[in-house]
């Protein structure tokens, strides 16, 4: 498809902020414990995606896949007892692209102290057809000043992993035309 093909798609309306926006909430037991005692990260990780993609599928209104995920922060340890609260919503959107900004909060579950951060990620989800290719996502709709600020932000992580990714490219094809093999 041409680029003046795509000029010429019908437009998506678009989808605010709050249409997708997800919490899964999860109290951590013994099993999800690592050799310190705390929550293991990936633990953490897995309900991570796990939002990420709910709230990825839901903007898009059908299948997304993880792309990527960056920035993922780990703040505070997570321990056994505490209810975790994973908070995601989409924050920038490409033609076939999303990025889910994702915070993780923890509480004890018998106090009631209010909850706190313990983490937070960006993740990049690619919206795919039956067959697995990518397919178009509705502009995501910022509805507050925060809102914005995230989708402001999100451009800027956007421009960043795409110069990464072109230094790599170039570095790669620079050692390939000097005889090294990687």
Same mark, same amino acid.
């Given at each position: 498809? @041409?680029?003046?093909? $795509?000029? =010429? ?19 951590? @037991? ?6 310190? &005692?705390?929550?293991? &990260? ?6 991570? %995606? ?6 990825? &599928? $839901? ?18 340890? !997570? ?9 995601? =919503? ?37 919206? !795919? ?6 397919? $178009? ?7 507050? #000043?925060? %809102?914005?600020?995230?989708? =402001?932000?999100?451009?800027?992580? $956007? ?18 035309? #000097?005889?090294?093999? %990687?």
């Amino acid at each position: 498809m @041409t680029n003046q093909d $795509r000029t =010429q798609e019908p437009a998506i309306p678009g989808k605010p902020t709050s249409a997708s926006r997800t919490t899964l909430s999860h109290i951590m @037991t013994a099993s999800d414990t690592n050799l310190l &005692g705390t929550v293991h &990260g990936g633990v953490i990780m897995k309900l991570v %995606d796990d939002v990420a993609g709910a709230v990825a &599928g $839901r903007h898009s209104g059908g299948p997304a896949v993880t792309a990527s995920m960056d920035e993922m922060a780990f703040l505070e340890p !997570v321990k056994v007892g505490d209810l975790v609260h994973v908070k995601a =919503q989409v924050n920038w959107t490409g033609r076939s692209s999303m990025e889910v900004g994702v915070r993780v909060l923890a509480e004890r579950w018998n106090e009631a102290a209010p909850a706190v951060q313990v983490g937070s990620a960006y993740l990049v989800f690619a919206a !795919v057809d039956e067959n697995g290719k990518p397919r $178009r996502v509705p502009p995501v709709v910022p509805e507050t #000043e925060k %809102d914005r600020r995230r989708y =402001q932000e999100a451009q800027i992580r $956007r421009t960043h992993r795409l110069a990464r990714r072109r230094a790599i490219m170039e570095l790669r094809e620079k050692r390939a035309a #000097e005889g090294f093999e %990687d």
